[in-house]
Nanobody
């Protein structure tokens, strides 16, 4: 069982930056690939970024590639999402997710555990 708690969301102006954190419980965190998803108002939840269990492999949605960076610190049981050059369309609730399979996944159904989400609002 893994519990995930996101933090770091908030209100930021377009062009600004935020860093989201996701703290995980459990001693087997390092065996899980991790992902970030987001859900904008009135839209379905979508994939943002993912990282393999050791951090050697990452994947990004086209809409954030080059602006967002996912990373992890297995010693701290934490995964991060550094978001730069934020746009109004990045607004939404950001969710952290974990999968018991160690490689990168981009589909929601591939993930076993989810956090409660953190709100990111980008003003234009």
């Amino acid at each position: 069982q893994v519990q995930l708690v996101e933090s770091g969301g908030g209100l930021v102006q377009a062009g600004g930056s935020l860093r989201l954190s996701c703290a995980a419980s459990g001693r087997t965190f390092s065996r899980y690939a991790m992902g970030w998803f987001r859900q904008a108002p009135g839209k379905e939840r979508e994939f943002v970024a993912a990282i393999s269990w050791r951090g050697g492999s990452t994947d990004y949605a086209d809409s954030v590639n080059g602006r967002f960076t996912i990373s992890r610190d297995n010693a701290k049981n934490t995964v991060y999402l550094q978001m730069n050059s934020l746009k109004a369309e990045d607004t939404g609730v950001y969710y952290c997710a974990a999968t018991g399979v160690g490689y990168v996944k981009t589909l929601e159904r591939g993930y076993d555990y989810w956090g409660q989400g953190t709100q990111v609002t980008v003003s234009s």
